[in-house]
């Protein structure tokens, strides 16, 4: 009813929790993010920005139904199976399939960048991963990232619009940032290859949490920043060298 009676606009409490949960909400779409974006560079150029849009799209649909079933969000925290005194929830076992699954992507992905794919080779092999095919591993991943969300958005706000207007932010800076993110991802194989073993740090991190080890992603963010940032500098190293070589020449 605040809302209504725009209460809200003069509630610090409300304000402050709506920034932070909006730049949380980001960073934790980061991870989707990347994941999308070397999904999607698997299928032909003219069908990539399409695939990103379709699944980001997907992903605020989960978050916005999931934050439209709160009550079944809390009801995945409860235990259902139970081994050795070690209870497990559903939330856990959607924590620890995710996790697998990014895992096996994570490794497949790095497998065909280091060995090479025999199929790739042949004629037409660009089409071989199929718009649905993208998308619905897309959809699948998109529901273990918009639980966490999710979960975090009910921890964080006790008002359900400002849990909305989080999530909605957070997708449409990802959608914004999806394409130059994802050229950038494809210009710079090494960058390429940080974002793959970012994905699977995050599955580590994910089965983790589903076995009920915390590690804070702030531990993850911090390194895939640093290795970002030394390779920000490897290539500034090597832009310099080549622009002195090239002067070395024009001067010769």
């Known amino acids: 009813?605040?809302?209504?009676?725009?209460?809200?606009?003069?509630?610090?409490?409300?304000?402050?929790?709506?920034?932070?949960?909006?730049?949380?909400?980001?960073?934790?779409?980061?991870?989707?993010?990347?994941?999308i974006s070397?999904?999607?560079?698997?299928?032909?150029?003219?069908?990539?920005?399409?695939?990103?849009?379709?699944?980001?799209?997907?992903?605020?649909?989960?978050?916005?139904?999931?934050?439209?079933?709160?009550?079944?969000?809390?009801g995945l925290t409860q235990p259902i199976l139970t081994i050795a005194n070690f209870a497990l929830s559903w939330r856990d076992l959607i924590l620890i399939g995710g996790g697998l699954f990014l895992l096996y992507k994570a490794t497949h992905e790095i497998h065909n960048e280091v060995e090479g794919d025999l199929a790739d080779q042949e004629p037409g092999a660009a089409k071989a991963a199929t718009f649905m095919a993208v998308v619905t591993q897309i959809a699948i991943i998109d529901i273990v990232f918009s639980l966490d969300s999710v979960i975090t958005a009910v921890g964080m706000a006790d008002d359900l619009w400002v849990m909305v207007v989080a999530v909605i932010t957070a997708i449409i800076v990802m959608i914004v940032a999806a394409d130059p993110l994802s050229r950038f991802i494809e210009q710079h194989p090494t960058v390429k290859m940080l974002a793959l073993s970012f994905l699977l740090l995050i599955g580590v991190l994910l089965i983790a949490e589903g076995l009920h080890f915390h590690i804070p992603k702030g531990y993850v963010y911090f390194a895939l920043a640093f290795s970002v940032l030394v390779e920000a500098l490897n290539t500034w190293v090597q832009r310099r060298r080549r622009r002195r070589r090239a002067a070395a020449k024009a001067a010769a």
């Open 1 to 35: 009813m605040e809302f209504f009676t725009f209460a809200w606009i003069t509630d610090p409490a409300i304000w402050a929790s709506l920034i932070t949960l909006m730049a949380l909400e980001i960073v934790l779409g980061i991870d989707n993010l990347v994941f």
């Open 38 to 74: 070397i999904l999607a560079a698997r299928l032909p150029l003219e069908e990539q920005s399409k695939a990103r849009k379709v699944g980001l799209a997907l992903a605020l649909i989960t978050r916005l139904a999931l934050l439209g079933a709160l009550a079944w969000i809390v």
